[in-house]
């Protein structure tokens, strides 16, 4: 069965350091997803990804973040300069045809800022 | 603006017991509720999911959820718990707008844990 694949699983890095998480999301899926979970706390959105543009992005994606599908097969998460509450798990997640079809997750990357 | 509140960060059931995990929505528009599963160290995975056909709605691994507007509700149940069944539950909210982006709105979660 297709899978959303995420790499590194454990990310660690300082402080003000740049971070690049990628995704492999399902091959015939159109629609891309990050959401993060902080240890403890709900997860939450952080930014939708269609036509090779963002459609929505939350709050939390500032300018720090930014996303990017540089091959027909990658879709990645950056953080330009790491902070310390930056560190969660970092969820990857895709849509077949609509926004309205089911999200398939990936197993997520902890990120973790020190 | 969408939430979702999920009464009840732990749950504790024996085996064979009935399980309950209780959701509530807000929603100005008309919701897609969803139920997540996480097992250790994987990510989510979909129970089952409402989008405004059938009330009741049935999922993967004997679960199923109904959705009561009256209520703003979507409470998920399994008539007798498997030792398996032990994961952390989410449930979620996105809205039928035509603006839809797919964005989900997650509640806290809901620990399950399965006694024999």
């Known amino acids: 069965e297709p899978e959303v694949t995420q790499t590194p699983s454990h990310q660690v890095t300082q402080m003000g350091q740049e971070v690049i998480l990628r995704c492999v999301p399902i091959s015939n899926h159109l629609y891309f997803y990050w959401y993060r979970q902080i240890l403890g706390q709900k997860v939450e959105f952080l930014v939708s990804?269609?036509?090779?543009?963002?459609?929505?992005k939350s709050e939390i994606f500032d300018d720090q973040f930014s996303v990017e599908r540089p091959d027909g097969s990658n879709f990645t998460l950056k953080i330009r300069s790491t902070k310390l509450e930056d560190s969660a798990m970092y969820f990857c997640?895709?849509?077949?045809?609509?926004?309205?079809?089911?999200?398939?997750f990936g197993p997520g990357t902890r990120l973790t800022v020190l | 603006a969408q939430s979702v509140t999920q009464l009840g960060s732990h749950v504790s059931v024996s085996e064979g017991a009935l399980v309950l995990l209780r959701c509530n929505y807000s929603s100005s528009v008309p919701p897609y509720l969803f139920w997540y599963v996480q097992y250790p160290n994987q990510g989510l995975q979909l129970l089952l999911k409402y989008t405004s056909a059938a009330t009741l709605v049935k999922g993967i691994n004997g679960f199923e959820a109904e959705f009561k507007k009256s209520e703003t509700s979507f409470h998920l149940t399994k008539p007798s718990a498997h030792m398996s069944d032990a994961a952390e539950y989410f449930c979620?909210?996105?809205?039928?707008?035509?603006?839809?982006?797919?964005?989900?709105?997650f509640g806290q979660g809901t620990t399950l844990q399965v006694k024999p």
């Open positions: 979620a909210v996105s809205d039928q707008g035509y603006s839809n982006t797919g964005k989900l709105i």
């Open positions: 990804f269609y036509n090779n543009e963002i459609s929505e």
């Open positions: 997640a895709s849509s077949e045809l609509t926004s309205a079809d089911t999200q398939y």
